[in-house]
């Protein structure tokens, strides 16, 4: 049995990785701001705001950070404060979670943590400039660490397309807006959070112990394939 710490376990693809990671029979250690309905042990912080992150002195076998933005705007509409939002969901709030649970990390000898982007990092798209800059970042950190922590931690990044999350319904919220967006897809379907938190979990295992500082697209072909 390993323990795993995931960040933002409450709704979407965090939630459905607890899921995976209890099924498999692991521990789970839970940071945010709502319970999910899970067996999981549950602290209760947001680490995006002045919250001080809970103490976790045994191993972790690895960790995910799951916050994140959809911040979709004209660049003339955004303001520095846009900016610095997503930065802070995005990208400061997971440095923060890093620097705290490093040291847990590598008192578990060989660890992985998973963090995602975007695929507006990789495929430039209209109204996506603060959150593909925030998330951006999230890709440059995660392959220094990779390298930096390397052989005892393994980085990964997961940059979905568009998936069926919480985060998302306001993009969802239609039939005719669901259509729309599976068919930009070449795969013409929209991101299932359970095909990506099998991603994740898969990362997470002792099955990628090869795998590290890569970025992994589950994006229905988006950013590769023109049909």
């Known amino acids: 049995m390993h323990t795993y710490l995931v960040v933002g376990g409450s709704s979407g693809i965090g939630y459905e990785t607890c899921r995976q990671l ?20 549950f602290f209760q912080s947001d680490v995006v705001a002045n919250d001080t992150l809970p103490v976790w002195d045994e191993p972790l076998n690895g960790l995910v950070y799951c916050p994140g933005s959809i911040r979709l705007k004209p660049f003339k509409g955004l303001t520095a404060s846009d900016f610095e939002e997503d930065l802070r969901i995005n990208y400061l709030g997971l440095v923060k979670v890093l620097h705290q649970y490093h040291p847990a990390l ?14 507006a990092v990789k495929t430039g798209m209209p109204f996506h400039a603060s959150i593909a800059g925030a998330k951006g970042a999230v890709e440059g950190l995660a392959r220094s660490l990779a390298a930096e922590w390397a052989p005892s931690i393994r980085v990964n990044v997961v ?14 919220d239609s039939d005719s807006k669901r259509e729309a967006s599976a068919a930009r897809h070449p795969l013409k379907q929209i991101g299932d959070a359970k095909d ?14 090869f795998m590290s500082g890569q970025v992994l697209r589950p994006d229905g072909g988006i950013s590769s394939l023109k049909v």
Not at 109 to 116: D, T
Not at 159 to 172: G, I, M, V
Not at 196 to 209: G, I, K, M, R, Y
């Open 159 to 172: 940059a979905p397309s568009l998936t069926d999350t919480p985060l998302a319904e306001r993009l969802l």
């Open 106 to 119: 590598k008192r578990s000898g060989q660890a992985s943590v998973v963090v995602f982007s975007t695929v």
């Open 22 to 41: 209890l099924s498999a029979g692991h521990q789970v250690v839970v940071i945010g701001r709502n319970k999910p309905d899970l067996p999981v042990t």
């Open 196 to 209: 990506t938190a099998s991603l994740v979990s898969w990362l997470l295992s002792d099955d990628s112990v």
